[in-house]
């Protein structure tokens, strides 16, 4: 039996709305080997990697087609952990990413690395900053788009 053998089995799910140029792949790659790095960190073996490309954060599991086989991979083969680089690749919405979160928790399935209560409050409080400074940001625009037309 090698060490391998020994290892607790994980996967790894990246995740970016991006869908152009190299932005997309060097996002993917770099959350990608942030994943490795924490499974050799606490000795997971990687069994398969998930990534789902052009997906915004506030996309349900339903509509996520590699988290849904992320997902029913850990199921099917006995893995109860899913590795991300951050916890915004599930989402940067709380109430999303506790929607999120549940679904898979539901099945008996972990995503690491696990988060302090404090990561979750702030991770809320920075998520209504986002949200706002985007709904900001949209209303800007649309009134430039008023103004030009």
Known sequence: MSNNDK???AV???RTASTEGTNKSDCIINQIKKCNEYAEKHNFKIDLVFSDVGVSDSVPLKNREELKKAVAYCRLNKI???IVDNHERISRNGLYYTQIRAEIENKGINILPER???DVLISNFASAMFEFENNARAKELNQKMIIEK
């Open 7 to 9: 290892l607790d089995k």
């Open 80 to 82: 109860d952990k899913i």
């Open 116 to 118: 302090k209560i404090s």
């Open 12 to 14: 790894i799910y990246a």
